[in-house]
C-alpha cells in the first residue's frame, strides 16, 4: 500500500500493537472520567445512543482518515502533512494543519496531566480509608483539600507527567510498545474486576434501565453537541495522535479492519465504564448529573460504605491512571517526534523539552483551582480556557480540516491504494462520510460553539 517511505522512528511489530496503542490512546479520562458524567448531565440512554451514532458516522471516518494521512507520509503530522500536500500538488499551508494538531495537543496534555495527577492521588486516599463511612461533606471537602492545596497538585502533577516523558523518551519500540503491552491487559483485568464487583453490590437494573432506554425528552441542542464533542475526544481525533500512530502502522494492515476494532474498543470499555460506575450510583442513592466530580466526589461516598470498598476503590482509580497514562504518551509523541524530525535532538531530548512545556501550561491550569481562582477573563480560568480552546475549539477544526483533506483534496487513487479497499461499497461510504457527513457534523458542533462565545 503505502509508498515505500519508512519511519525514521521505528514501527510497531504489528497492527495488533497498533491496535493496543491506539485502543490505549482512545481510552482514558474522556472514556471513564468523562462519558459517565456527560451521560449523566445529559439523561442518559438517548444521549448513549446519540454518541454511538457520532462514532459510527463522524469518529469512524476521521479515525480512518487521519491512519491513512500519517502512515502515508510517515512522519510527525506536520511533516507527514508538508511531504502529502506536495506529493499531490497542493499548497504547503497543509502543514498548518499539523501545527493546529501539535499545539492542540500540547495543551491538551497540559490539563490532562492534573486531572490525571488526581486519579493517582485517589489511589492513595481511598486506598488508605480516607472515604470510610465518608458522608456527601466529607467527600466534598476531600476533594477540596487536594484542589486547594496547589503543592499537593504540582507533585501528582509533576509525577505524572514525568512518567509520561520517561516511557516516551525510550522511543516507539522500547517505550509506547512496551508499556501498551504491558498496561493494556492490565487495564482490562482491572475493568473487568471493578466492573464485576460494581454490578453485584450495586443496583444493576436501573443502571441498565438509564443507560439503555433512551427516553427522548431529554435531548436537548446541547446534548446533541455534547455527545459529537464526546465522540471526538474520547477517541482521540483532531489533533495527530491517531496520525502519528497510523505513522508506524506496518504497510500491510489493513486500515478499515485495524481503526473498526479501535472504535469498537474504545465504546465497549465507555460502556463499560458506565456499568462500573451507574450500579453504583443508583444502589447508593446518589445524583447521577452530578457533573465532573461524579467519579472523585459521588462515587468515593459508595466506596466509603461498601464492604471491600477501600480495595476496590483503589483499584478503580488505578485503572483510571493507567488510562490515563496510555492516552497521555499519544498527547506527547507527536510533539516529540516533531522536535526529532526538525531539531535533529534526541528522542530523550525532545520529550523531555516537550513534557517540560506541557508540564508548565499545566500549572497553570492547577493555579486556577486556588492561588488564580479569582482570574478569570471573559469567564473562565485557566484550566476552562485550555480544555474550551483545545477541546471545543481546536479539535473540531482540526478534525473538519483532516476530512476536508482526506475526502477532497488528496485523490481517490491515494486514499483508495492507502486504505487498501477494493473499490466498491464500503470505500464509497466511507468516502461520502468523510467528504460531506463528517464535515457537516463537526460544522455544526463549532458553528454552535462560536455562537455560545458571541
Ligand atoms: N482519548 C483520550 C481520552 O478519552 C484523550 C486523548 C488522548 C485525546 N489523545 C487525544 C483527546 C487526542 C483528543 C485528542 O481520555
Request: net charge neutral; with cysteine.
Amino acid at each position: 500500500m503505502a509508498a515505500a517511505r519508512k519511519s525514521i522512528h521505528g514501527e510497531w511489530s504489528s497492527r495488533w500493537v497498533f491496535i493496543l496503542a491506539a485502543t490505549g490512546s482512545a481510552v482514558g479520562l474522556g472514556s471513564i472520567w468523562r462519558f459517565p458524567y456527560v451521560t449523566g448531565e445529559n439523561g442518559g440512554g438517548a444521549f448513549v445512543l446519540i454518541y454511538l451514532l457520532c462514532v459510527a458516522a463522524v469518529g469512524l471516518p476521521i479515525m480512518m482518515a487521519e491512519t491513512l494521512i500519517g502512515r502515508r507520509g510517515r512522519q510527525s503530522p506536520i511533516n507527514s502533512l508538508k511531504t502529502l500536500a506536495k506529493e499531490e500538488g497542493l499548497s504547503s499551508n497543509w502543514q498548518f494543519l499539523g501545527w493546529l494538531g501539535v499545539l492542540a495537543g500540547f495543551i491538551v496534555l497540559s490539563f490532562y496531566s492534573v486531572v490525571a495527577g488526581w486519579a493517582v492521588a485517589y489511589i492513595f486516599y481511598v486506598g488508605g480509608g480516607a472515604f470510610a463511612e465518608a458522608s456527601v461533606d466529607m467527600s466534598g471537602a476531600q476533594f477540596d483539600a487536594l484542589t486547594g492545596s496547589a503543592w499537593r497538585m504540582l507533585g501528582w502533577h509533576s509525577l505524572f507527567m514525568l512518567t509520561t516523558v520517561v516511557i516516551v523518551a525510550r522511543g516507539v519500540k522500547g517505550g509506547l510498545e512496551q508499556a501498551v503491552k504491558w498496561l493494556m491487559p492490565a487495564l482490562f483485568v482491572l475493568l473487568v474486576v471493578v466492573v464485576g464487583y460494581a454490578m453485584s453490590i450495586g443496583d444493576v437494573g436501573a443502571a441498565i434501565d438509564y443507560l439503555f432506554t433512551p427516553d427522548f425528552s431529554q435531548v436537548t441542542r446541547s446534548s446533541v453537541l455534547a455527545a459529537l464533542g464526546q465522540a471526538f475526544f474520547s477517541l482521540s481525533l483532531g489533533m495527530g495522535a491517531i496520525m502519528i500512530y497510523g505513522s508506524y502502522l506496518p504497510a500491510s494492515a489493513s486500515i478499515p479492519k485495524t481503526i473498526g476494532l479501535v472504535a469498537i474498543c474504545d465504546t465497549l470499555v465507555a460502556l463499560l465504564a458506565g456499568l462500573a460506575i451507574f450500579p453504583l450510583v443508583f444502589g447508593f442513592g446518589l445524583e447521577p448529573g452530578s457533573g465532573a466530580g461524579l467519579v472523585f466526589v459521588s462515587l468515593t461516598i459508595a466506596f466509603g460504605h461498601m464492604p471491600g470498598g477501600q480495595v476496590f476503590g483503589a483499584l478503580f482509580f488505578a485503572l483510571l491512571s493507567v488510562a490515563a497514562l496510555t492516552s497521555a504518551i499519544s498527547l506527547l509523541e507527536p510533539i516529540a517526534a516533531w522536535l526529532v524530525e526538525a531539531m535533529h535532538w534526541s528522542r530523550r531530548r525532545a520529550s523531555s523539552v516537550a513534557g517540560l512545556g506541557a508540564w508548565l501550561l499545566g500549572v497553570g491550569s492547577l493555579l486556577s483551582f486556588n492561588y488564580w481562582s479569582h482570574i478569570k477573563p471573559f469567564g473562565r480560568n485557566f484550566f476552562e480556557w485550555s480544555e474550551f480552546l483545545s477541546t471545543t475549539v481546536m479539535l473540531p477544526v482540526g478534525g473538519l480540516l483532516v476530512a476536508t483533506f482526506a475526502g477532497w483534496r488528496m485523490s481517490r487513487a491515494s486514499t483508495l491504494d492507502e486504505l487498501g479497499l477494493p473499490p466498491g461499497v464500503f470505500y464509497s461510504a466511507w468516502r461520502f462520510l468523510v467528504r460531506i457527513v463528517a464535515p457537516l457534523g463537526v460544522l455544526v458542533i463549532l458553528l454552535n460553539s462560536l455562537d455560545v462565545i458571541g
